[in-house]
């Protein structure tokens, strides 16, 4: 069952991907969808803070795949089609010990893990919705913890 959440602005964007990024362990695959602008970057800085201490990470968006120490990979697939993607080898980046963040996962599909977490954000008046959903019983777990339907993140 997805759970949603109203985020009035960028702070509050980056605050629930500090809370995802304390709940979310080694093997975790979360993937984030929506479209430009509407907040994919400040959730992955949030998660990045909590998982490695980098604060204002950019968006690996021109160099694709940026890797930080301890298995943390942020992979940005915008400016590529779905043939290109296949050629990354991004498949060899999911591992029971490696946490991943992948913006525009819909270029991907296929060569992504059964289980990760989704994320979708989209525009919702001054600030952005942020829909969550849960593939598989490890992604339902944290999504109970993180709390019940629509509310503060």
Do not use: C, N
Not at 132 to 146: E, T
């Amino acid at each position: 069952m997805p759970h949603s959440f109203h985020l009035p602005d960028v702070a509050a964007t980056t605050h629930l991907g500090r809370r995802l990024g304390r709940l979310l362990g080694p093997g975790s695959v979360v993937l984030l969808s929506g479209p430009v602008g509407a907040g994919k970057t400040s959730l992955a800085q949030g998660m990045l803070r909590e998982w490695v201490g980098v604060k204002g990470a950019p968006s690996p968006t021109f160099t694709l795949v940026h890797s930080y120490p301890g298995e943390v990979h942020h992979v940005d697939l915008y400016r590529l089609e779905a043939a290109e993607v296949a050629e990354l080898g991004i498949e060899d980046l999911f591992s029971p010990t490696s946490r991943v963040l992948v913006e525009w996962p819909e270029r991907a599909r296929p060569l992504l893990p059964d289980e990760a977490l989704e994320v979708s954000l989209s525009f919702e008046g001054e600030g952005r919705r942020v829909d969550l959903k849960g593939r598989g019983a490890r992604y339902d777990s944290l999504l109970s913890r993180l709390g019940q339907g629509a509310g503060d993140p």
